[in-house]
């Protein structure tokens, strides 16, 4: 099946830095990526849709000045929070849809654990 | 926007009886119905999904059965094993809305 990456998989930070966290699509292009958060033992929620060339579409409640996304080439999507702080402590996982097929797969990442002091 | 209950929140059975799991969804035009398997700190992997054209699939000891008049679906699994406990998610729509999630105990 199609695999997606996420870099890095485990992130320490002090409060007020930025994180830029890496999503790529290894064998397939990836017009759409999803960027999700999932606090313990909590559902994963939808922070944004990313499109390749395009503003990424944020859900409600989502601040889009603090979780900056780009999404600048088919198998690269990143999300960077800024002026991280310990309640951004999450873990954060992509997904990508396949482009070119004829699907609605959607094939998650790895996740990122973020850990703000 | 999309809207996915799911229940029970948390569901315990013996090892070889059988699981369900329920989701109800608000839009009506969705037609996409992905379920997710997610062990601790790893990702939601894909078990089994099913297309609004179609009522029932079934994948060896899983099947999910959909009701778009009652925008409904579910999840079952038979002769659980202990490597089927897990939270599963269900979800909805080409950009997945996840429900809240299910802890799969399976009981020895």
């Known amino acids: 099946g199609a695999v997606v990456s996420q870099h890095p998989s485990w992130v320490i930070c002090k409060s007020g830095t930025s994180v830029k966290i890496e999503c790529r699509s290894l064998d397939f292009q990836a017009t759409t990526m999803f960027w999700y958060r999932q606090f313990p033992k909590q559902s994963l929620m939808l922070m944004a849709t990313s499109n390749e060339g395009s503003k990424a579409t944020y859900e409600q409640g989502v601040e889009k000045d603090k979780f900056l996304i780009n999404h600048a080439s088919l198998t690269l999507s990143t999300l960077t929070v800024t002026s991280a702080h310990p309640e951004d402590s999450s873990f954060y996982i992509c997904?990508?849809?396949?482009?070119?097929?004829?699907?609605?797969?959607?094939?998650f990442g790895p996740g990122t654990r973020l850990t703000v002091l | 926007g999309e809207n996915v209950e799911q229940h029970p929140s948390t569901l315990s059975v013996q090892e070889g009886d059988s699981a369900v799991i329920k989701c109800t969804y608000s839009?009506?035009?969705?037609?996409?119905f992905p379920w997710y398997k997610q062990e601790l700190g790893k990702r939601p992997q894909l078990i089994i999904d099913?297309?609004?054209?179609?009522g029932e699939k079934k994948d060896q000891r899983i099947a999910v059965t959909l009701n778009k008049t009652a925008k409904h679906f579910s999840l079952h699994i038979t002769e659980t094993q202990p490597e089927d406990s897990a939270v599963y998610f269900c979800a909805a729509s080409t950009k997945i809305i996840f429900g809240k999630g299910t802890r799969l105990h399976i009981l020895p």
């Open positions: 099913i297309r609004s054209n179609v």
């Open positions: 839009d009506s035009a969705s037609n996409y």
């Open positions: 997904s990508a849809r396949d482009g070119q097929g004829h699907t609605d797969t959607q094939y």
